[in-house]
T-cell receptor, first 112, second 112 residues
Framework: DAGVTQSPTHLIKTRGQQVTLRCSPK?????VSWYQQALGQGPQFIFQ???????QRGNFPDRFSGHQFPNYSSELNVNALLLGDSALYLC???????????FGQGTRLTVV | GENVGLHLPTLSVQEGDNSIINCAYS??????FIWYKQESGKGPQFIID?????DKRQGQRVTVLLNKTVKHLSLQIAATQPGDSAVYFC???????????FGKGTTLSVSS
């Protein structure tokens, strides 16, 4: 079992650009959540997807959007990147009805 | 992540000592609490969880205590090892399966 996998591992983008991050959940998991972790801080919830729909959203602007595919994998899209979007983006998956969330290693996004 | 916080940003212990990491939460309606360990360059790793109807839960070398009266959560690590060096986060889940709310973390350093 590969666990939660994220790609790419590192990414550098220019301010104003758009970025797409990808996540494959742990086998058997159908619920995917995304978190943003700034340096030295705890992860902040962005949104959660289940059955290809956004089910819960944190306090993030509309520049942050996502998608879940029929195979449960997910994408996080960020438009009009700001320097403050530089962070580690984490994907977590779990089984619907389960409580334990498994995290991927994250994508380190740097906006210059 | 302002509702779940930690008392100390750093904790230094000697190998073999017992470590206690503390966390305060503000929402008495929270149902589920989790401790995560995050090593450098990795995503958070589940350590142990506890539901609000419990006061104590034990795992392998770890114990979580929940004091609902003062809204306090602690993680005890027995016989701390150098491999335990990491950042530890407590997280709050107001309803199982919904967004995790993380605190800022405590960096545990274990010296030999």
């Amino acid at each position: 079992d590969a666990g939660v996998t994220q790609s790419p591992t590192h990414l550098i983008k220019t301010r104003g650009q758009q970025v797409t991050l990808r996540c494959s959940p742990k086998s058997g998991h159908d619920t995917v959540s995304w978190y943003q972790q700034a340096l030295g801080q705890g992860p902040q919830f962005i949104f959660q997807y289940y059955e290809e729909e956004e089910r819960q959203r944190g306090n993030f602007p509309d520049r942050f959007s996502g998608h879940q595919f029929p195979n449960y994998s997910s994408e996080l899209n960020v438009n009009a990147l700001l320097l403050g979007d530089s962070a580690l983006y984490l994907c977590a998956s779990r089984q619907e009805g389960g409580t334990e969330a498994f995290f991927g290693q994250g994508t380190r996004l740097t906006v210059v | 992540g302002e509702n779940v916080g930690l008392h100390l940003p750093t904790l230094s212990v000697q190998e073999g000592d017992n470590s206690i990491i503390n966390c305060a939460y503000s929402n008495s309606a929270s149902d589920y609490f989790i401790w995560y360990k995050q090593e450098s360059g990795k995503g958070p790793q589940f350590i142990i969880d506890i539901r609000s109807n419990m006061d104590k839960r034990q795992g392998q070398r770890v114990t979580v205590l929940l004091n609902k009266t003062v809204k306090h959560l602690s993680l005890q690590i027995a016989a701390t090892q150098p491999g335990d060096s990491a950042v530890y986060f407590c997280a709050e889940n107001r309803q199982a399966g919904t967004a995790l709310i993380f605190g800022k973390g405590t960096t545990l350093s274990v010296s030999s």
